[in-house]
């Protein structure tokens, strides 16, 4: 099974940046049944959302709450994607989480990682 460690993140006053980085213990692009990574993220007392995703050939896709101010990009040689978080505000506080592009249906059925903790002071 695919171990997935992010790392990253901290605290940062609002309209700071915090990139984060999640590094897969193998080469998770090159698996046929999974060519999409996504980050997550789950604020206190709320459900975990989709924040955004990339697959093997650079597509990406975001999340309406962060369109134009987070990119996720990916080093396939590293077996590495990053999320670069900038104009940072309060609401996005939260534990992050990458993990393969799964339907929320099926988020209960797959492990998770410890996340990485962001926090946005205002």
């Known amino acids: 099974q695919v171990q997935l460690v992010e790392s990253g993140g901290g605290l940062v006053q609002a309209g700071g940046s915090l990139r984060l980085s999640c590094a897969a213990s193998?080469?998770?692009?090159?698996?046929?049944?999974?060519?999409?990574m996504g980050w997550y993220r789950q604020a206190p007392g709320k459900q975990r959302e989709k924040v955004a995703t990339?697959?093997?050939?650079?597509?990406?896709n975001y999340a309406d709450s962060v369109k134009g101010r987070f990119t996720i990009s990916r080093d396939i040689a590293k077996n590495t994607v990053y999320l670069q978080m900038n104009s940072l505000k309060p609401e996005d506080t939260a534990v992050y989480y990458c993990?393969?592009?799964?339907?929320?249906?099926?988020?209960?059925?797959?492990?998770w990682g410890q996340g990485t903790q962001v926090t946005v002071s205002s």
């Open positions: 993990n393969f592009d799964i339907p929320q249906t099926r988020w209960h059925m797959i492990s």
């Open positions: 193998e080469s998770i692009f090159s698996i046929n049944a999974m060519n999409a």
């Open positions: 990339i697959t093997r050939g650079g597509s990406t």
